[in-house]
Every structure is written in C-alpha cells, then in structure tokens.
C-alpha cells in the first residue's frame, strides 16, 4: 500500500508555533515544520509542513482528524 499525505499550506493556520496539533498527533512523528520563503535577516512568520519520508507513516490518520482546519488529506492507494 502507498501513502500520501497532502497538506495545503493555504490552509494551515501556521506550524508549529500558531498550531501543531497533526505533529502531536502522528505516532510515528515524522512531520517536519520548515520556514516559508526564508530570507537572510527576515523573521518567518509563515511556516510549511512536510512529510519527508512517507515510507514511515502507518496510515492511522490521526493527522487528518487532528487539523481544526481540514489542511491535512491522507491518501491510501
Ligand atoms: S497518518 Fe498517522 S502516521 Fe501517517 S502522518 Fe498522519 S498521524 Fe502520522
Ligand atoms: S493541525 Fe492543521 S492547521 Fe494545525 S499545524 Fe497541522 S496542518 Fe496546520
């Protein structure tokens, strides 16, 4: 089975500072938070989510209940 997690960036209200209730959430921990459009000397104040290494995740869908906003599609195949 292969597993896809989708997370639109438009929609999340800001990992992980604003929110981070999918990192809290994945048993595995395997969300990675980076900065948006990062530029030297400018503070983020937009932050990304990521799942970088997909082979790790167990399908649970935690994630995708735990996201007030609905940012977070987890897609079995
Ligand atoms: S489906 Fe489960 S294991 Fe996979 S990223 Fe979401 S919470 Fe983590
Ligand atoms: S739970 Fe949803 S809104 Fe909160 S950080 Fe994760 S993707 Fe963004």
């Known amino acids: ?3 896809s997690i989708n997370i639109d960036d438009s929609k999340c209200i800001g ?11 994945c048993p595995k ?6 900065p948006h459009n990062r530029q ?3 503070i983020c104040d937009k932050w ?3 799942v ?3 082979e790790l995740c167990i399908g649970c869908r935690l994630c995708e209940k735990a996201c007030p ?3 977070i599609q987890v897609i079995l195949a």
């Open 1 to 3: 089975m292969k597993i």
């Open 48 to 50: 990304c989510l990521e």
């Open 52 to 54: 970088p290494i997909e």
């Open 29 to 34: 921990v395997i969300f990675v938070a980076y």
């Open 69 to 71: 906003e609905g940012a």
């Open 40 to 42: 030297q000397g400018m």
């Open 15 to 25: 990992a992980p500072y604003k929110c981070n209730k999918c990192m809290q959430a």
